[in-house]
């Protein structure tokens, strides 16, 4: 690994001397932050007064730009807020802080932003960026506010099926997206079976989420990286916000713990279902014909501290820790299933000059399940768990206004349980066992440069060197990232990107939809890392003020994926990798998004149409290609959000995807079986995998938020249909065989066989009530 | 409430009511399919030689009640060969009247015992093509011990200890019928990875009540029968699970008929017990 990394040196070498800063040039350094709450704001735009040079903030509000002379002014815009300019003269020095005002402060502003002009000039493609007023307006099932759901109405993003939080960008797997939360991987990202996904949207800041061409600081995922960053807290006031609905209730509670310098945020959801089940149980208490119903529920909690040092430097520390709990006991036995995600972050942000920030992190992320079962003199636990411990540090480098400059370097150890079983007698005398520990260091660093050619042109150049070691075996690779754009007009710009994405970390799933049995698996001497490389092209224009329109082609090759053998045994498995296939894949399509941001209409119309493949595994069709099961072809989603009266906010969205594949059986044979044993007349004969296409799937939700002025704060029911006009989606299909037995021979015989298909979710109506003081 | 309160109601009820049915029957084509030849035959020493040839069906394939026979796959020549000696199976129809097990190939051959004897299945179709099959007969493993536990609600359970040799790795299928063999209670296979000490058990719930007659069986099984069993077992559970990820049936059966099905000595040892 030595020689890999010394071979890298000069590449990156190069790259810093590209980017050497001229003299004689004044910077502008500081934060861009709203006025009311003191929370950061993470890419607003600050440039030149009179010319389009400028910059945005980074993921901490942070700013440089470079002002040609001493004096001069800079512009600040953020969409949602008024426009800002500020007179830099000699008597201004760094760092420069500026509150921005937010929009709606304004009755009858049009608040107005540039930021689809500052889009087509980036060199960034394939990234979709979800604001949380779009996240709390757009309805979702049950009423429940979801920041992936919502993520899965733009283009080139799949549901797994109906109803799951599970991500499928550009022909990847779920497997292949990067949570990030607060910089600490999430390796769960789900609540019951994917249904909710555990994300409180309250606590949440700014969501981003890269399909492609993705910038050189992430690494570790081959299809997408979600970016969720926190709320830091409100440092001027005590504030709460909160929400009661019909499946959980959330709170969120924010202070200065010294104004303008700390303050504090806490967030908590908690489902609420076995509080009624708990009711109906105790009601039945000696009731011997009730069965009683096995408690379930899931909540999320969300803490944050933030200290200003000085001017120069700032701490964070944040926390999320979440558990879905399930438990059925009776006098015979006492079952849990408990499953959660812990995740902690230290971060140091530090500015060294007004060029040079530095943001140092640690960061913890443990994922558990575990499933135990006492029964009398008899014990069961199954339990995986991954455990991360990563350090890493972030510079950003602005020598000039024409170069942007990236970098940093990381390492990780990562601690796995796999398939942990102890089970036997409470004497001892009777024992199974059976799992794996494992460990492995994971590291990267990586530099990028966003150059500004000049006013027309844009490149990004990045490499990250990565690499990782299991054991003795020790894997590395090359990462670049190449993104350019260029101006054709004013209004339309064309653009252009590479990016080659390694996997270390494999997650054993043997279904479409999200466990939490999923177990992380690291690659070893056996398990070759996941890679994938992916080039797209595209443009971008600008309709009028309001619209912008864009388009963009992908295709993306996926090598060493990992796939299952036939009918593969991964429960408490000390040989998983012998379960193991290896294959390739490769994906293809285009995405067409027309979205408008301001005026009382917003919304989006997406439209997708894509190509998956898998194939050459050795163990799954003789190495053919096959389509994955969520090989979409088309996809549409029209979202709108229209807001009536400053009071009275409608919002509709409409999605249409051609059906997912299933792997129907294709034949039946009759199993007489040995004597005492199971005759079953059908046993499904399976032939060639995903082998129809499911009919296609269609829903409207629709929404209303209706806002209140209590003296006390703001105040809004929302009410909201999923699947307004009842639309009966396929969820998954199976083959029903009607029996009866032959008196005669005394055996079972089949009658009918039909095709059943069966759905989730009909016309679900709900009602939240949320607030805000 | 008023009428148009009341209609509005029952339009809402209407909604409701419609909406929960969340399963129909829709009209598929599923991809083409050729019909296979599948064998069951099972070798339990001191029993005649049977075995049953059916075919496998296009899944949608018509239903002809007035046939049942239509399945068996008859006019093959079936061999079977253990200690040098060929055994042939006649064609012909029977069913055991204690199990009412049915076969269309047999002999009155009886199967000989024997831990470590192999048997080879040769079977010709009539359009020439072959099936091949090998098996080789295992030990029995006794049940050595049980005992009986009861609740505080008088119902009972039966812990079954056997010994389990952890210098090979072996792979059991557990029964346990309830009444008579034709009501099952309990079924399952596994393999001893998972075993730490010599001392294997297996039990039921608290399920029984006093009097209740229990079938036990425990059967020390091949790893291609163990194979056959769990992925023909995964195969029924996939086509009814939105969780589960359907694959091939492994057969221990091979050939140019391109057959499914299992070849298998049986190695059982069954007790029936009647609780107190």
């Known amino acids: 690994m030595l020689n890999f990394l010394t071979r890298s040196i000069p590449l990156v070498g190069l790259m810093l001397i590209f980017s050497i800063q001229l003299s004689g040039q004044r910077t502008v350094t500081g934060t861009i932050r709203d006025a009311s709450d003191g929370e950061t ?66 009755e009858e502003v049009v608040v107005k932003s540039n930021s689809f002009r500052e889009q087509l000039g980036s060199t960034q493609m394939g990234v979709q960026e979800l604001t949380m007023r779009e996240a709390k307006l757009i309805p979702v099932v049950f009423g429940e506010v979801d920041i992936i759901k919502t993520l899965q109405l733009k283009p080139g993003i799949n549901s797994g099926s109906e109803g799951n939080s599970g991500l499928f960008v550009r022909g990847g797997s779920s497997d292949q997206n990067l949570f990030i939360l607060d910089e600490a991987i999430v390796y769960n990202p789900n609540h019951l079976f994917g249904f909710f996904s555990t994300f409180n949207s309250d ?37 709460g916000t909160g929400g009661i609905g019909l499946i959980s209730s959330r709170l969120t509670l924010e202070a200065p713990l010294v104004k303008n310098k700390s303050s504090i945020i806490l967030s908590g959801r908690r489902t609420y279902a076995d509080l009624i089940t708990r009711a109906v149980n105790k009601s039945n208490e000696g009731n011997k014909e009730f069965n009683p119903i096995p408690d379930y529920y899931f909540y999320d909690l969300n803490a944050k501290v933030n200290y200003t040092l000085s001017d120069k430097d700032k701490l964070f520390i944040s926390g999320y820790f979440g558990q879905d709990r399930f438990g059925f006991d009776n006098e015979n036995f006492q079952f849990n299933f408990d499953w959660g995600n812990v995740t902690s972050t230290a971060r140091w942000n530090r500015v060294i000059t007004p060029q040079l920030f530095i943001n140092t992190t640690f960061t913890f992320s443990d994922y558990k399940y575990q499933i135990s079962n006492e029964l009398t003199g008899f014990s069961f636990n199954l339990q995986s768990r991954i455990r991360d411990m990563n350090l890493k540090s972030d510079f950003t480098y602005a020598p000039s206004n024409d170069h942007h400059i990236q970098m940093g370097a990381e390492v990780t150890r990562h601690l796995f349980t796999v398939g942990r079983l102890k089970a036997g007698s409470d004497d001892g005398e009777i024992s199974f066992s059976a799992g794996q520990d494992l460990d492995a260091w994971e590291a990267g660093a990586y530099i990028q440069d966003e150059w500004t050619i000049n006013d027309r042109s844009a490149l990004s150049m990045g490499m990250r060197l990565s690499g990782f070691l299991q054991k003795k075996k020790v894997y590395g690779a090359l990462e670049p990232r190449l993104a350019y754009n260029y101006r054709v007009t004013e209004d339309l710009s064309v653009k ?61 090759y996926l090598g060493n994926q990992i796939d299952f053998k036939n009918f593969a045994d991964l429960f408490a498995n000390d040989q998983l990798e012998q379960e193991f296939t ?192 | 409430m008023t009428s148009r309160h009341f209609k509005l109601l029952l339009l809402l009820l209407s909604i409701l009511t419609v909406s929960c049915n969340l399963e129909k029957e829709i009209n598929i084509e599923l991809p083409g399919y050729t019909s296979q030849p599948v064998v069951e035959c099972y070798l339990e020493p001191g029993k005649p030689y049977r075995l049953l040839l059916t075919r496998s069906l296009a899944y949608f394939a ?51 015992a024997g831990e470590g004897r192999e048997f080879k299945l040769f079977i010709t179709m009539e359009d020439g093509s072959t099936i091949e099959g090998k098996t080789t007969m295992l030990s029995v493993v006794p049940m050595d011990s049980m005992t009986i536990e009861a609740n505080d609600e008088g119902k009972y359970r039966v812990l079954t200890y056997f010994h389990e040799d952890q210098s090979t790795v072996n792979y059991y299928r557990r029964m346990v019928n309830f009444g008579s063999l034709d009501s099952l209670n309990q079924d399952f296979i596994l393999d001893d990875k998972i075993f730490d000490t010599e001392k294997g058990a297996f039990g039921t719930g608290f399920s029984f009540a006093a009097g209740d007659t229990l079938i036990q069986s425990l059967v020390h099984i091949e790893e291609a029968y163990f194979n056959y069993l769990s992925t023909l077992q995964q195969s029924v559970i996939s086509n009814l699970n939105p969780f589960g990820q359907p694959g091939l049936i492994v057969s221990s059966v091979t050939g140019t008929a391109n057959p499914i099905g299992i070849f298998t000595g049986i190695s059982m040892d069954r007790d029936t017990l009647i609780l107190p």
């Open chain 1, 203 to 239: 606590a949440i800041k700014d969501v981003k989420i890269y399909k492609g061409g993705f910038p050189a600081q992430y690494g570790g995922r081959l299809s997408s990286v979600i970016d969720v960053k926190l709320n830091d807290g409100n440092n001027q006031k005590i504030s």
């Open chain 1, 496 to 556: 252009a990107n590479y990016a080659r994405m390694v996997q270390y970390l494999h997650l054993v799933a043997n279904s479409s939809i999200s466990l939490p049995t999923d177990i992380w698996y690291p690659s070893t001497a056996g398990v070759r890392p996941q890679t994938s490389d992916q080039v797209g092209v595209g443009w971008q224009y600008l309709l009028g003020s309001q619209f912008l329109l864009s388009n963009e082609y992908y295709y993306k």
């Open chain 1, 582 to 773: 290896f294959g390739n894949g490769y994906a293809y399509g285009t995405e067409v998004y027309l979205e408008k941001k301001e005026g009382r209409l917003t919304g989006w119309v997406g439209y997708t149409l894509a190509w998956v493949r898998r194939g050459e595994f050795k163990d799954i069709m003789d190495g053919r290609f096959f389509a994955p099961r969520y090989d979409r072809r088309h996809d549409i989603s029209i979202v709108g959000i229209y807001e009536l009266t400053h009071r009275l906010t409608v919002t509709a969205a409409w999605v249409y995807g051609s059906g997912d594949l299933s792997w129907l059986p294709v034949g039946r044979l009759p199993f007489q079986d040995i004597p005492g044993g199971q005759t079953q007349p059908v046993v499904p004969v399976y032939g060639d995998r995903n082998n129809l296409r499911q009919p296609a799937y269609h829903r409207l939700d629709l929404g209303l938020v209706i806002e209140f002025s209590p003296k006390w704060g703001e105040s809004d029911l929302t009410i909201s249909v999923y699947n307004a006009y009842n639309r009966r989606n396929p969820y998954f299909l199976y083959l029903d065989a009607e029996t009866k037995t032959n008196e005669n021979l005394g055996i079972e015989e089949v009658v009918g066989i039909k095709a059943k298909q069966v759905s989730l979710f009909p016309v679900l109506p709900s009602f939240t009530y949320n607030f805000k003081f």
């Open chain 2, 62 to 112: 018509p239903i002809d009640l007035s046939d049942p026979a239509a399945l068996l796959w008859n006019d093959a020549t079936v061999t079977i060969q253990v200690d040098g000696q060929n055994i042939l199976l006649k064609n012909q129809l029977g069913i055991d009247p204690l199990t009412f097990q049915i076969s269309n190939y047999s002999s009155t051959d009886i199967v000989p």
């Open chain 1, 41 to 106: 704001l993470i890419g607003a735009t600050v440039r030149l007064a009179g010319s389009d040079r400028g910059t945005f903030t980074n993921s901490y509000g942070f700013y440089s730009l470079t002002l040609e002379s001493d004096t001069g002014q800079i512009v600040i815009s953020y969409v949602g807020y008024q426009d800002q300019v500020i007179k830099i003269g000699p008597g201004v020095s760094n760092p420069v802080i500026i509150d921005l005002s937010s929009g709606k402060l304004l």
